[in-house]
């Protein structure tokens, strides 16, 4: 039985929706952006009023001399069409405005000037399908010439970008991607995330969880990121206290009829289920769970979700206390309120992801800038590797054994969906999940002392 006050309305579903490998058929690459102001999105619903925010804070340029042999080209990869464009569109805002604050020029085509250092972004669609997206990443790489990658929302597609980083020699820097094994079982010496991790996820939700629930079942898709998010969930909350009294359910990512998967939930004897998706499928799974009547019988919980979802998958759980990996209203910082302000310029407000693309080009900056210009693989590794430096989300940590960013997580409290400037929360608390190494194989020496689960199983 909960702890607390059984709420239905606790509707908090793990739509982790940063990591489903969504399929496309569509193999054909969008022109990149003439222009580095932040791209209109269509997702987000229209706002009655921009946000008071400060004046953008002044910038300052690199160390005098800072000077790159020859210009240092980004490829951004993302989602601009496909089936996660929504969350892309989030990307396609937060990049060039991460690219503005951290050089303090506000570009021209998509370029910008690090002192005597020019900077080259160059953006390419592709539609979460993994061929487009090596496709548009071997050009970005053999025929543009970028030496560094920015990319891509589907965890599973950013897995593909791992390797040609690796064969290629060039940086990737994940965002917003956030399965586990991006920087677990897939790592290799030139990825880093800007983005959490699955486990960052669950240590901040679970936090809150088991103060409430004793026992969880969950659910999660039958590839890398449902695996990786069903391990952290239970390790995490297992941890704190929470007991998992069933064996955790997998179901087929195109699943539309979840009737058998919800039969074994509402079996499981747990107080609270815990659904690890994302995409559409988690329409018909909620529906599968009313309609069997699990959610009589147990609790949803779960992290929150983007501004635009948010109305749609909530709006019955008014009141309820979650974790969220960013909403524009929580931090309170420089370089946040730099984000307020330039997405105001554009007439919206930071959503979900926006963070972790700014974060995504503060980081490429912040590694120029310790590498004295230099772009080559070997200079970027020593210069990210343990690299520090200031974004949306406060201190962003890049710990050098295996590449995860430490970073600060939020505990809100649900007031509304409705509000015009998306001002659905009180804040609670900050959290800041430091989550297991990961790493397997020739790369588990790297972990040292960081253990590799959370609760010894």
Same mark, same amino acid.
């Given at each position: 039985m909960s702890?607390?006050?059984?709420l239905?309305a606790?509707l908090a579903?793990i739509?982790?929706?940063v990591?489903?490998c969504g399929d496309s058929t569509?193999?054909?690459t /969008? %022109?990149?952006?003439? !222009?580095?102001?932040? +791209? &209109? *999105? $269509? #997702? =987000? @619903?229209?706002? /009655? %009023?921009a946000p008071d !925010?400060t004046a953008a +804070? &002044? *910038? $300052? #340029? =690199? @160390?005098?001399g800072?000077?790159?042999?020859?210009?240092?080209k980004?490829?951004v990869? $993302?989602?601009q069409?496909?089936?996660?464009?929504?969350y892309g569109?989030?990307m396609?805002?937060?990049?060039p405005?991460g690219?503005e604050?951290?050089?303090g020029d506000a570009?021209?085509?998509?370029?910008?000037m690090?002192?005597?250092?020019?900077?080259?972004?160059?953006?390419?669609d592709d539609?979460?399908?993994?061929?487009?997206?090596a496709?548009?990443?071997?050009?970005?790489?053999?025929v543009?010439?970028?030496?560094?990658?920015i990319?891509?929302?589907?965890?599973?597609?950013?897995?593909?970008?791992?390797?040609?980083a690796?064969d290629?020699?060039?940086i990737l820097i994940?965002a917003?991607?956030?399965?586990?094994?991006?920087t677990?079982k897939?790592?290799n010496?030139?990825t880093?995330?800007?983005?959490?991790?699955?486990?960052q996820?669950?240590i901040?939700?679970?936090e809150?969880?088991t103060?409430q629930y004793?026992?969880?079942?969950?659910?999660a898709p039958?590839?890398?990121?449902?695996?990786g998010?069903?391990?952290?969930?239970?390790?995490?909350?297992?941890a704190?206290?929470?007991?998992f009294?069933?064996e955790d359910v997998f179901?087929p990512?195109?699943t539309?009829d979840f009737?058998s998967?919800m039969e074994?939930?509402?079996?499981a004897?747990?107080?609270?289920f815990?659904v690890t998706?994302?995409g559409g499928g988690?329409?018909?799974?909620l529906q599968a769970?009313?309609?069997l009547?699990v959610l009589?019988?147990?609790?949803?919980?779960?992290s929150?979700?983007?501004?635009?979802?948010?109305?749609?998958?909530f709006?019955n759980?008014?009141?309820?206390?979650?974790g969220?990996?960013?909403?524009?209203?929580?931090?309170?910082?420089?370089?946040n309120?730099?984000l307020?302000?330039k997405t105001?310029?554009?007439?919206?407000?930071?959503d979900?992801?926006d963070?972790?693309?700014?974060?995504a080009?503060i980081m490429?900056v912040?590694?120029?800038?310790a590498s004295g210009?230099?772009?080559?693989?070997?200079?970027l590794?020593?210069a990210?590797?343990?690299l520090?430096?200031?974004?949306p989300?406060?201190?962003?940590?890049?710990?050098?054994?295996?590449?995860?960013?430490?970073q600060?997580?939020?505990?809100?409290?649900?007031?509304?969906?409705?509000?015009?400037?998306?001002?659905?929360y009180?804040?609670?608390e900050?959290?800041?999940?430091?989550?297991?190494?990961?790493?397997?194989g020739?790369?588990?020496?790297?972990c040292?002392d960081?253990?590799?689960?959370l609760s010894?199983?």
């Amino acid at each position: 039985m909960s702890k607390g006050s059984r709420l239905l309305a606790l509707l908090a579903v793990i739509v982790l929706v940063v990591a489903a490998c969504g399929d496309s058929t569509d193999d054909t690459t /969008t %022109a990149a952006p003439a !222009t580095t102001a932040a +791209p &209109d *999105t $269509t #997702a =987000a @619903p229209d706002t /009655t %009023a921009a946000p008071d !925010t400060t004046a953008a +804070p &002044d *910038t $300052t #340029a =690199a @160390p005098a001399g800072l000077t790159c042999d020859e210009p240092v080209k980004v490829g951004v990869i $993302t989602d601009q069409s496909g089936p996660l464009a929504i969350y892309g569109a989030h990307m396609m805002r937060g990049v060039p405005i991460g690219f503005e604050y951290a050089t303090g020029d506000a570009g021209s085509d998509g370029t910008y000037m690090l002192d005597n250092c020019q900077i080259e972004v160059l953006y390419r669609d592709d539609a979460t399908d993994a061929e487009l997206s090596a496709t548009v990443a071997r050009e970005l790489i053999e025929v543009d010439g970028v030496d560094i990658l920015i990319g891509t929302v589907s965890s599973g597609v950013t897995a593909g970008l791992q390797g040609l980083a690796r064969d290629n020699d060039v940086i990737l820097i994940a965002a917003p991607a956030a399965a586990n094994d991006i920087t677990g079982k897939d790592f290799n010496e030139n990825t880093f995330r800007a983005s959490r991790n699955n486990y960052q996820d669950s240590i901040a939700i679970c936090e809150n969880l088991t103060t409430q629930y004793d026992s969880f079942v969950q659910i999660a898709p039958d590839y890398s990121f449902g695996y990786g998010g069903a391990t952290a969930f239970r390790d995490a909350c297992t941890a704190l206290g929470g007991a998992f009294p069933a064996e955790d359910v997998f179901a087929p990512a195109d699943t539309t009829d979840f009737t058998s998967y919800m039969e074994t939930i509402g079996d499981a004897d747990a107080e609270a289920f815990l659904v690890t998706w994302a995409g559409g499928g988690f329409v018909p799974l909620l529906q599968a769970a009313i309609d069997l009547g699990v959610l009589e019988d147990k609790v949803l919980a779960a992290s929150f979700v983007d501004n635009v979802v948010m109305p749609a998958f909530f709006a019955n759980a008014i009141g309820s206390t979650s974790g969220i990996l960013y909403h524009y209203t929580a931090p309170d910082n420089e370089a946040n309120d730099f984000l307020i302000s330039k997405t105001a310029e554009a007439g919206t407000f930071p959503d979900l992801f926006d963070a972790d693309g700014m974060n995504a080009a503060i980081m490429v900056v912040e590694a120029l800038k310790a590498s004295g210009g230099a772009a080559d693989a070997d200079s970027l590794r020593s210069a990210l590797e343990g690299l520090s430096f200031d974004g949306p989300k406060g201190l962003i940590e890049i710990r050098p054994e295996d590449h995860v960013a430490i970073q600060d997580m939020y505990i809100v409290t649900l007031l509304n969906v409705d509000d015009p400037e998306f001002k659905y929360y009180e804040y609670v608390e900050t959290v800041r999940p430091n989550p297991p190494c990961l790493l397997e194989g020739d790369f588990a020496s790297r972990c040292g002392d960081i253990p590799a689960s959370l609760s010894g199983s």
